[in-house]
């Protein structure tokens, strides 16, 4: 590492390393390993790679990086945390990175360490094979779409995988055998007369994907037009009418448009500059909630996004990873009418293009004569409305034009062919003006149409590397073994049991409904009670006999009740007590009985209780 200057604390420049050019590193002849980054696109060639990544079922190896690696940024909160110490948990080899795909979250260091195992004999395989065979070759190539679909997008909650042909469902399921067995049952053989795209209409989304115009479900539209430096998308309103105002119904269907932009992106693997046009909103808050719709709905994208926000002419700029070539780049061939520009001339514009050509042409010197071959339409549109322009350029330049209708041309094609002096007597004794017509293209000469797959491909020298060791099993709960039919039967038959046997409800207590004459006869006597000096605390109260006088022995036939009163207006609860009429005065207790049952007041016994406590 170098030295850092203590006092200016900058690099000294004896300090600062050396670059090291690629003609340090390579020499002619040398053979490296190399992975294609990017494939060949258009004008520009494929990308190669000296940085090797392999991809398992919860980790990517980096065999020679070991600077990279981590946990996928896809992953946050604590499983992110979780995730690192699950990789420090692994036994990395020397010089390697690995990271850790979104499918090993919550996944046990053992099954972690069971794909990193089979990632190393991968690699061993590579390095050996490498120094078998002579350069250059092909050592290895990842497996088919059928089995890196499986590999990359099976989750827990999808309940099968229907294949329509038996040697993708063999493969398929010898995949699933070996990397996750405990999921082999989900993938079935598809044996209906039905096709299966249609019976699951997945055709028509096929041909959505391919349409440059999509509709939105609440009247507006989405175009996407491909340019040479990026992809531009308009928002249209059209039809739509949802909203209140003007503003409401543009926010409504940007939200909507954002939703559909991101899953379009996805299904036609859509990467580079993306440009997107929205509906102007005057709403900065309507401005910040689309971008941050648009940030939401992309955090599920496997590639790497970047967004930036909305300008002043209400455009959005973002970028997207190109994984590999578009939906339309691998599906579609430069149109050979208009080569890839997407529009041709007019018949008017062509035809006097071609008489402006031939002009040119007649000027040269020793030109005796000018054939022009054009499409039918153009021929007739030369022959009728600008014969008169065709005459006076043979008049001028003292030459003889030819005008060949030809059946197999469309505009804008043209054929133009000048014949000097010295040539016009061979051409006039050969053969007559109509048989210089131009024969169709031969289909297998085509320079338009271009194979989709060489005829022989290479066969990689490293297939068939499978594990050594069984899957790790992981023992699930009851509850997650079963299937979503049986989980959501148990819940309803358990509902349907609660209602059939209900718990029982806590006894509440009643109180007593009180006629109009008690009503009345209690209201007086809280009046009077008001001026007596008993001290109360609680509502329901009796007197506690332990703090009393001695009372004499009641006489037979003689009966006397004392009574207490509160502040509130509510039924009193007694109980039967005598006091002393000559005993000093003392400050009752109150204690709360709630059980003692209620007396009727009377005008004699609150005479007596008043003259007692007195």
């Known amino acids: 590492q170098p030295k850092v200057s203590e006092e200016s604390n900058e690099l000294s420049e004896d300090n600062i390393p050396e670059r090291r050019g690629i003609k340090d590193v390579l020499k002619e002849g040398q053979d490296i390993i190399v992975q294609v980054d990017k494939e060949e696109r258009g004008n520009k060639g494929a990308a190669l790679t000296t940085f090797i990544s392999l991809a398992g079922r919860y980790l990517v190896l980096m065999p020679n990086n070991p600077r990279a ?8 909160g604590e499983d992110r945390s979780e995730a690192r110490e699950a990789l420090s948990a692994l036994s990395i080899p020397a010089g390697m990175g690995l990271i850790l795909r979104t499918a090993g979250v919550n996944k046990t260091a053992d099954e972690l360490q069971w794909d990193l ?3 190393l004999q ?12 002579p350069a250059p070759f092909l050592i290895y190539q990842e497996s088919n779409v059928v ?19 038996i040697d993708i469902y063999e493969e398929a399921g010898g995949f699933m055998q070996q990397v996750m067995p405990q999921h082999v049952n989900k993938v079935k053989l598809y044996q209906d007369k039905v096709p299966l795209f249609t019976r699951y209409q997945i055709e028509s989304q096929i041909e959505m994907a391919f349409q440059r115009e999509v509709k939105l479900p609440s009247g507006g539209a989405i175009v996407l037009d491909h340019a040479e430096a990026l992809l531009s998308i308009d928002i249209n309103s059209a039809r739509a009418t ?30 580079g500059l993306v440009v997107i046009d929205f509906i102007d909103m005057l709403s900065h808050k309507n401005q910040r909630e689309v971008e941050h719709r648009i940030k939401d709905v992309l955090k599920m994208d496997r590639a790497r996004v970047q967004v930036g926000r909305i300008s002043r002419f209400g455009l959005l700029e973002m970028s997207r990873q190109r994984l590999r070539p578009s939906l339309g780049e691998s599906s579609h061939i430069v149109c050979p009418r208009c080569c890839g520009q997407g529009s041709i001339r007019s018949v008017e514009s062509l035809s006097l293009s071609i008489l402006r050509l031939m002009e040119e042409q007649a000027m040269k010197e020793h030109t005796a004569k000018i054939i022009a071959q054009v499409p039918v339409t153009v021929a007739a549109y030369l022959l009728n409305e600008k014969r008169a322009a065709v005459l006076q350029i043979e008049d001028r330049q003292q030459i003889n034009i030819v005008l060949i209708p030809n059946p197999n041309m469309e505009t804008p094609m043209y054929e133009m062919q000048r014949v000097r002096q010295d040539e016009n007597k061979e051409l006039a004794s050969e053969k007559a003006s109509y048989q210089f017509i131009t024969p169709p293209l031969d289909p297998a000469f085509d320079n338009y149409s271009t194979p989709l797959k060489p005829e022989e491909e290479d066969e990689p020298a490293v297939k068939g590397v499978v594990h050594t060791t069984p899957p790790v099993q992981i023992k699930k709960s009851q509850a997650a073994q079963q299937g979503l039919i049986k989980r959501l039967w148990n819940r309803l ?27 009345q006869k209690r209201s007086r006597n809280a009046s009077k009670a008001r001026s007596t000096p008993v001290s109360t605390t609680e509502s329901d109260f009796s007197v506690d006999k332990s703090v009393l006088p001695e009372t004499p022995e009641k006489k037979p036939g003689n009966s006397s009740r004392s009574t207490a009163y509160g502040h509130r207006s509510r039924r ?18 109150i204690v709360n009985t709630p059980k ?16 007692k406590v007195s």
Do not use: C
């Not at 003692?596 to 003259?611: C, F, G, L, R």
């Open 69 to 76: 690696g981590g946990v996928s940024r896809r992953i946050e």
């Open 117 to 119: 195992e089979y990632l």
């Open 122 to 133: 991968l690699w061993q395989a590579i390095e050996s094979s490498a120094l078998l065979h």
């Open 147 to 165: 089995v890196r679909a499986i590999r990359d997008y099976l989750r827990e909650d999808i309940s099968e995988i229907l294949v329509d042909d």
């Open 242 to 271: 949802k909203g209140v105002d003007i503003e409401e119904t543009a926010l409504t269907t940007n939200m909507e448009a954002v939703d559909e932009i991101a899953r379009q992106l996805r299904l036609r693997d859509l990467g």
């Open 493 to 519: 038959f358990r509902q349907n049991t609660l209602k059939k046997n209900p718990k029982p409800k806590p006894p509440t207590q009643t109180r007593p409904r009180r006629s109009k004459s008690a009503k």
């Open 572 to 589: 009193r609860k007694y109980s039967d007590t005598d006091t002393n009429s000559t005993a000093p005065s003392q400050t009752t207790k």
């Open 596 to 611: 003692q049952d209620p007396t009727e007041i009377t005008e004699t016994a609150v005479s007596k209780a008043k003259e």
